[in-house]
């Protein structure tokens, strides 16, 4: 007999949408799991899209610390790690489509640092699964169109954020109060 909380992380979350989900997961951080884990958040996290068109498609690349200071410098200027980075594509920006419904739309990259995944993981208490899936979901809500810039952007992102994890069927590792910026 499975628990309720193995029911439902053995089902995918629904998006609004037909999403195909790229994965590039350096050897280093290859785990068992890992790889439904980060599919499902996405997942998760694209079901709180507004007006997403019918096929999506997005890239999550699991990569270290030098790959996202790189980035970081090239496109932030900021010569230090970090744990996600997303970049938007042309097709979707301020949360609405861009392009005819034919034609699948592509959100963007998202690229997270393990290192920096696991450091927080152990910071903050939980596990490197349950910081993963965060960040996932954070980076695939910043390509819908969801930021912090604001108290009341801060809030909405976090309760996309909280319904996000619901749906998982996991809880949302940290609290309001320890929101990653």
């Not at 899209?49 to 200027?77: C, K, M, Q, S």
């Not at 980076?139 to 909405?156: E, N, Q, W």
């Amino acid at each position: 007999m499975t628990s309720p909380r193995e029911s439902a992380r053995s089902t995918q979350p629904k998006p609004t949408c037909d999403a195909d989900i790229h994965l590039h997961i350096r050897p280093a951080h290859r785990a068992r799991g890992r790889t439904s884990l980060v599919r499902r958040a996405a997942r998760a996290a694209l079901a709180q899209g507004r007006e997403l068109p019918a096929r999506v498609e997005l890239t999550i690349r699991l990569t270290d610390d030098a790959e996202l200071r790189t980035l970081n410098r090239r496109y932030r200027a900021t010569d230090a790690p970090t744990d996600v980075l997303s970049f938007g594509g042309e097709g979707y920006r301020d949360g609405r489509p861009h392009s005819n419904g034919d034609t699948p739309v592509y959100l963007g990259d998202i690229a997270i640092s393990m290192e920096r995944c696991t450091a927080q993981a152990r910071r903050y208490g939980h596990s490197v699964e349950d910081e993963l899936a965060l960040l996932v979901i954070h980076g695939v809500l910043h390509l819908l169109g969801y930021d912090h810039h604001t108290p009341a952007r801060r809030r909405r992102m976090w309760q996309a954020q909280e319904r996000a994890f619901a749906l998982l069927g996991r809880p949302n590792p940290l609290k309001p109060d320890q929101f990653h910026d």
